[in-house]
Each structure stands twice: as C-alpha cells, then as structure tokens.
C-alpha cells in the first residue's frame, strides 16, 4: 500500500529523516517506537506531506505523491490521521465533526454523512454525545471522537501521532481499545507510540527508529525479545529497566527510591519485593561505601515479565573489586543479601566490576 524510498527530511542544516527505504502492505498494524526526537512523526507527516519531504519517494497504490502531476489531496483522502491535540472543531457539535468532511469533500448528503457518524460514534461507545461539544468531553472521548472522524472519510489507512500522549493515564486504556478493534477489524494501521505493552500486542511490526533512521524492523516477538541491533536492545532495556547513576557519596538517597518505587508500580510489583529491592541496594551500596574511597555507581533493575523475574545490576569501573567476596562472611549486610537472592554472579570486563544479583520471587 505504501512503498517509501530513500526519504530525506531536512530543516535548514538539521536532517531529520535520513535514506529511509519501506514498504507498509495492506491490512498491517506498524507501531513505531524510539527516542524521542528521532523523527518518528516527521515520518508519518512526510506520508500524507503534512511535511514536505526534502528528497526521495513515496509510493502509495503504486503512485508517486511527491510527482508534481499526482492530485495531492485525492491521495491525501486515502490516509487519515489523528493527532496527539484532537484537533477538533470547538464551535461545531459531535456530529458536525463527523459530517462536515464527508460533506463538503466526499459529495455525501447530510443525511448519508449523518447515518455514518452515528454508526461510527456508536463504534467508539459515544453516540450519545452526538450534540454535545468538545469542551464538553474528556480527553479519551475528543480522541476517540478524533479516531471516528477520521473513520467518517473512508480513508485506507491510518496515521497515529502518539494518540494517547496528552492523556491522563485513565483516559489511555479507552483509546487504546478502540485502536485494537480497528486492528482486529483489518484496517492498516501506522502508530508513533510510547505504550509498549500495546505495540507489542497489536502490531504485525514494529519499526525501531533512532537518529533519523528505521534502524531495525520487525515482528514483535524480534524488536521486544530479541532484537537484532545495539541501539534497539539498549532501547527495549532501558524501557523494562530503572537505570540510576551515583556519583558522589551525598547522593539523594530519596530521590533514589522515591524513582525505584515508582519504577516497581509500573510493573506491580508486591509491597514486600520493593521493600526486598530497597533493602538490597541499600546495604550494596554501605558495603561499596566501606571498601572504596570512591562513590561511583551505575545502578540497574530489569524486570522481564515474560520469565517473571527482577535482576538489580550493580556496575563500578573500580580496579577489580567484588564487594560481596570482599566482605565478611558474617557481615549482617551480605547475610541479607543472600537471604533475599537466588544466585550472584559477578564478572570483571572492560575495567568495570559487574555484580548481578537474582531476586527471589514471590511465590
């Protein structure tokens, strides 16, 4: 449905988009993830030339929309887009939302425009809000009314803009299931998102962008469980992990935590393995404080839902130094530490002293 060759995307000096070569096949769901600042919306904005592109070539049906001889806005009708902001119409009602586009540029009466809005509206479980306006709908109702005019134009596929950034963490779930039905149903969709979890369940692929690029694609299970290339493995990690660096003994020990609690609520964990992975890293770093003159630290906890397990990474780039071996054996900090683990390992590569420790699950 779209085929993308070598799209280039400068802004002045900046380039933002750089050689990106892609094929999007009808009826695929393509989430697209990264860092932010990597060019991720300028993508999708290049694909229906909300930007225009610097260079290159964007096929859609087989047809070059960047010719100068293409009909522009007929092409543009085939790809809807919602937005991170709604983008609403505030002095017209739900429904004229809905009507006005299939109007006044599909050729549809009102009474056909109507009948659709409201089939649409009922989709995404806001029919009765048909009259209301949009400052009178939360956050999740103006996207998922967004979502339906979007739907009200018959386009063959969708553009998503990070659609639920601007909302409120209760407001998420709502748009994302009407985003999952569409998938179910078929429709080809492209989504800029942040939502791990849903990229991962809903997509057929995934692009990795970093620095202007699509620098890896593929299925799911590949870009979240296994991915190929460097960049995207640090990605995956740094999204399932809490990565803190210490590097001076007056640290914030409360800030600390306060971000490790809030780390172990993402992932639910139980009160008494947050308190076990507080415990942990506190004595870890009194036994470091103890053996070194130094206070450098980087700090880590995975956590892999897939294998249930939680690992807390603790990397210094001291002379060798494994400051559990070093300890006492009676030491009533390395007793605590290896009543809460199932196993440590340590490893000495690249002047750094890595120490894993595996924690014990909740049975």
């Known amino acids: 449905?779209?085929?993308?060759?070598?799209?280039?995307?400068?802004?002045?000096?900046?380039?933002?988009?750089?050689d990106i070569n892609v094929e999007i096949h009808k009826g695929e769901v393509i989430s697209i993830i990264g860092p932010s600042g990597t060019g991720k919306s300028t993508f999708l904005r290049c694909l229906n030339l909300l930007e225009q592109p610097t260079g290159g070539k964007i096929f859609i049906d087989e047809i070059d929309i960047l010719d100068k001889n293409t009909d522009v806005p007929k092409m543009r009708q085939k790809m809807g887009m919602v937005f991170q902001s709604f983008n609403l119409f505030n002095h017209l009602s739900i429904l004229e939302n809905l009507t006005i586009g299939p109007i006044k540029l599909l050729n549809?009466?009102?009474?056909?425009?109507?009948?659709?809005a409201i089939e649409l509206l009922k989709m995404v479980g806001l029919?009765?809000?048909?009259?209301?306006?949009?400052?009178?709908?939360?956050?999740?109702?103006?996207?998922?009314?967004?979502?339906?005019?979007?739907?009200?134009?018959?386009?063959?596929?969708?553009?998503?803009?990070?659609?639920?950034?601007?909302?409120d963490p209760t407001m998420v779930s709502e748009v994302l299931a009407v985003i999952r039905r569409l998938a179910r149903e078929g429709m080809t969709l492209a989504i800029v998102t942040h939502e791990m979890d849903f990229a991962r369940d809903v997509s057929n692929r995934v692009f990795y962008m970093d620095e202007g690029l699509i620098y890896e694609d593929g299925p799911p299970e590949q870009i979240f469980e296994n991915p190929k290339k460097a960049k995207t493995k640090e990605f995956i990690n740094r999204v399932r992990s809490f990565n803190y660096h210490i590097d001076s003994p007056n640290y914030d020990l409360y800030k600390m935590n306060s971000e490790i609690e809030q780390f172990s609520e993402k992932h639910v964990f139980s009160h008494k393995m947050v308190?076990?992975?507080?415990?942990?890293?506190?004595?870890?770093?009194?036994?470091?404080?103890?053996?070194?003159e130094t206070m450098k630290v980087d700090l880590r906890i995975s956590y892999s839902e897939k294998h249930n397990s939680v690992e807390i990474i603790f990397e210094t780039d001291d002379k060798e130094l494994n400051i559990i071996e070093n300890a006492e054996p009676d030491d009533i900090g390395v007793m605590i530490i290896k009543n809460k683990t199932e196993k440590i390992e340590f490893e000495r590569s690249e002047d750094k002293n890595t120490l894993t420790l595996y924690l014990k699950m909740n049975k």
Do not use: W
Not at 1 to 18: A, P, Q
Not at 108 to 116: H, I, L
């Open 275 to 292: 308190n076990d992975i507080l415990l942990i890293i506190e004595e870890l770093l009194v036994l470091y404080k103890s053996q070194t």
């Open 1 to 18: 449905m779209i085929r993308v060759e070598h799209l280039e995307k400068k802004f002045g000096n900046l380039t933002v988009l750089k």
């Open 108 to 116: 549809k009466t009102k009474e056909e425009a109507e009948n659709k």
């Open 127 to 167: 029919a009765e809000k048909a009259d209301s306006f949009a400052d009178e709908l939360s956050g999740g109702q103006k996207q998922r009314v967004a979502i339906a005019r979007c739907l009200s134009m018959d386009p063959e596929i969708i553009l998503f803009d990070e659609p639920t950034s601007a909302l």
